[in-house]
């Protein structure tokens, strides 16, 4: 007998445990080995019972779905919960649009309102303020369109410019040019506060600058403008510009008028955005006698020609180089048209400023730069024109020591102050001569009249 192991298949049908019992006789010896099976049923998936094999992957009908993996609900609940914020934010932002918009009283336009209020819109939205806006200062019995007003808002004394307008609709263009002036935020720009949309007291309220615009400071003989405080006027508006043209804003009607200066003495611009809010005042402006053929003197000839529309960032480098010529030779070239008409025809431009070289206050500290600086800035050929942020590279290199207004301003008090003691001091001297004089005269008339 040579096999040393037999394979034998045995069908176990009872469940439960079962002894398999083998019976080896070997000669005249017996032997007998038993071995333990425990026979279970055969697993069927579908019979509503989940065996040990089976689980939710293999036989989800007895085990049961299984539960949705942590990563699978993240990457469902992110996506949802991202568009429901998007919406509400969207909501939100949609209604906060209209928090820019005062209800104006009608009498303070018609005059003499000295107990109107502006007042905040309300609404049935979460956007309306609680805090009413106080008295409209307006003292002028008409409202001039392009002219600015005083008013009292929240407290504070704010521009007040009225719009002619005999419709008015809150477009979502609108709203889009208001949401883009808010965000605006530059020491050298005008702030935009909110405007009135009631018919017809429509108007666009600003940050007010108690100086007046630039035009009013250069024609006030009565201020002593020295070259640093009309390079630092040149270096704000340079700034403010460059601003707004980063921001890919730009104004289309700056001048000098639309510069105005605050009580520190520093220039901002105002006046700017919001096209469509007043688009039909600045057609109706640009029949009047001030915008229409006068506003050539500041329009470029590629716009004259109406090759390209005045918002543009070149538009504005040309413009501002006739606010450079009127800084320079304290003017308004506009006041000078009303006196002195002249022929404005495409190719028209004021002559360059004649300046004085030397190093008093009063003498331009490189005019030969600041000329060139005017006549690339108003050069007929776009391209050439530089930009703003090129044209304060310039005015710094012009203006290398330079001095905030304020401390210009206080140095200008400490000399009048000076000027002023000595002047004292050389009136009492002669009052003391004077004096002497009198005594002596005195003195001798009663020496006489005792003899």
């Given at each position: 007998m ?17 002894s398999?019992?083998?019976h080896?006789k ?5 032997a007998a080995l ?19 094999d089976?689980?939710?992957?293999n036989c ?8 949705m993996?942590?990563s ?14 998007g ?13 820019f918009?005062?209800?104006?009283g009608?009498?303070?336009y ?12 309300k ?17 002028n019995?008409s ?13 504070r004394?704010?521009?007040v410019?009225?719009?002619?307008k ?16 808010r965000?605006?935020?530059h ?11 009631e018919?017809?007291?429509?108007c ?11 035009a ?18 040149a270096?704000d ?7 707004l ?16 200066v ?6 901002k ?10 688009k039909e ?11 229409g ?25 040309y413009s ?12 308004d ?8 008409p002249?022929?404005?025809?495409i ?14 206050d ?39 020591h ?7 301003m206080?140095n ?7 000027h ?6 050389e ?9 002497q004089k009198t ?13």
């Amino acid at each position: 007998m040579t096999q040393l192991l037999w394979t034998s298949k045995v069908v176990l049908v009872h469940l439960g445990v079962t002894s398999v019992i083998a019976h080896i006789k070997v000669g005249q010896m017996h032997a007998a080995l038993e071995a333990k099976v425990l026979v279970v049923s055969a697993q069927v998936c579908g019979d509503d019972i989940c065996e040990l094999d089976e689980s939710c992957l293999n036989c989800p009908a007895d085990c049961g779905v299984c539960p949705m993996a942590t990563s699978i609900k993240v990457a469902i609940g992110l996506p949802v919960a991202l568009i429901c914020t998007g919406f509400i934010l969207t909501v939100v932002v949609s209604q906060g649009g209209d928090s820019f918009v005062v209800l104006t009283g009608k009498a303070c336009y018609m005059g003499f309102c000295s107990t109107t209020s502006l007042q905040p819109v309300k609404s049935n939205s979460s956007i309306s303020r609680a805090t009413d806006v106080t008295v409209c200062t307006v003292v002028n019995t008409s409202f001039k369109p392009g002219f600015i007003q005083p008013g009292i808002y929240d407290g504070r004394t704010v521009a007040v410019k009225h719009i002619q307008k005999k419709h008015f609709t809150l477009s979502k263009t609108i709203r889009k040019e208001v949401k883009e002036v808010r965000e605006l935020d530059h020491p050298n720009l005008a702030k935009f506060i909110g405007g009135s949309i009631e018919v017809p007291y429509i108007c666009i309220i600003t940050e007010y600058c108690p100086k007046g615009s630039l035009a009013d400071v250069l024609l006030n003989e009565d201020i002593p403008i020295n070259w640093g405080f009309r390079l630092s006027f040149a270096t704000d508006i340079a700034r403010g510009m460059a601003y707004l043209h980063q921001h890919k804003m730009f104004h289309g009607r700056l001048h000098s008028r639309n510069c105005v200066v605050d009580d520190r003495w520093v220039c901002k611009i105002s006046d700017y955005g919001l096209m469509a809010y007043r688009k039909e005042d600045s057609e109706v402006l640009s029949s009047t006698f001030h915008c229409g053929d006068l506003c050539r003197i500041y329009s470029p000839p590629e716009v004259l020609l109406g090759n390209t529309n005045t918002n543009t960032a070149a538009a504005d480098v040309y413009s501002y180089s006739i606010i450079l010529v009127e800084i320079a030779t304290r003017s308004d070239l506009i006041s000078q048209a009303q006196t002195e008409p002249v022929k404005l025809d495409i190719m028209w431009r004021p002559p360059l400023p004649e300046l004085k070289a030397g190093k008093s206050d009063s003498d331009c500290p490189n005019q030969v730069e600041y000329c060139e600086l005017i006549k690339k800035c108003w050069s007929h050929s776009v391209t050439t024109r530089p930009t703003f942020e090129q044209v304060k590279k310039m005015l710094d290199k012009m203006n290398p020591h330079k001095v905030s207004p304020v401390d210009m301003m206080m140095n200008l008090m400490e000399k009048y102050s000076k000027h002023l003691e000595a002047i004292v001091a050389e009136r009492t001297q002669d009052l003391l001569q004077e004096k002497q004089k009198t005594d002596r005269l005195l003195y001798s008339t009663s020496r006489v009249l005792s003899h």
